[in-house]
């Protein structure tokens, strides 16, 4: 079965399960866009073993079109690009209060795109954490799962204050400092010598970037790390890359 081949069959299977039936794109990036767009919506539920292999197969290639990147140096570093080719042992997802991932198609948030080249197994697994724990997620808090088709080893999530008024008030500058601590303490906890932080609650969430970077430095550059050897803050926006390059990072 070549790429387009399996590409259909993976649509198929997820029309199928929708009970839709309609006639698929021919172009490759056609297919990738309706085959994402149908993950985005759907439910946290087992697939077949042959679905699994065949959505991994194309993901394992969508990853590598993209080009994988990898980090050598140690410390605090600044990369600025799409998370999802990070090879790091964990990259870190601003996540909604449901962990479940953004069910937009085809959004260009975070939570969306780290989904989208995980694969459905990764709203699975945390559809069973949250099952288990059998309320949202607090702000603050974090999570971890396993990274599947990423290049990095494992997802940590976390969900930061969203800001409805014109600054953020004291309280949810201490929020988006927790997120920073406790995606630290998790990594810290499963011994993990890399982790990639994006830029919390910046964005829809509305808080002020720069703000938002002092907070992010402080609390990492005060951590007490052990078996956290590189630190990468990966940002998408230009301005966030002119606000973190003040800091003086290695590109």
Not at 13 to 28: A, D, I, M, T
Not at 95 to 103: D, E, P, T, V, Y
Not at 122 to 140: A, D, F, I, K
Request: glycine share 4%; hydrophobic share 40%; aromatic share 8%.
């Amino acid at each position: 079965m070549d790429r387009l081949q399996n590409l259909d069959f993976i649509l198929e299977y997820l029309l199928k399960e929708r009970g839709e039936n309609s006639k698929l794109p021919e172009l490759l990036a056609d297919k990738q866009k309706l085959m994402r767009a149908l993950m985005n919506v759907r439910q946290p539920l087992p697939a077949s073993e042959e679905f699994i292999q065949a959505q991994d197969a194309e993901l394992r290639m969508q990853r590598e079109d993209k080009g994988v990147v990898s980090f050598n140096q140690e410390g605090l570093l600044l990369w600025q690009g799409d998370i999802t080719r990070l090879k790091v042992d964990a990259i870190v997802n601003a996540a909604n209060s449901q962990l479940l991932g953004c069910w937009l198609p085809l959004h260009n948030c975070i939570d969306n795109c780290i989904h989208s080249a995980a694969g459905i197994q990764l709203r699975q697994e945390c559809y069973e954490l949250m099952s288990r724990q059998e309320h949202e997620e607090p702000t603050g808090q974090a999570k971890i799962t396993k990274g599947y088709n990423l290049p990095a080893r494992y997802v940590i999530h976390t969900v930061g204050p969203i800001i409805t008024g014109d600054k953020p008030t004291i309280e949810q500058e201490g929020q988006l400092a927790s997120c920073y601590q406790s995606c630290l303490e998790v990594a810290e906890q499963h011994q993990l010598e890399s982790i990639a932080f994006c830029c919390i609650s910046t964005g829809v969430f509305r808080f002020p970037n720069q703000l938002a970077a002092e907070i992010a430095l402080q609390t990492v550059m005060d951590f007490p790390r052990h078996s956290l050897k590189t630190i990468v803050f990966n940002v998408f926006l230009d301005k966030d890359y002119d606000i973190y390059q003040k800091f003086h990072f290695t590109d």
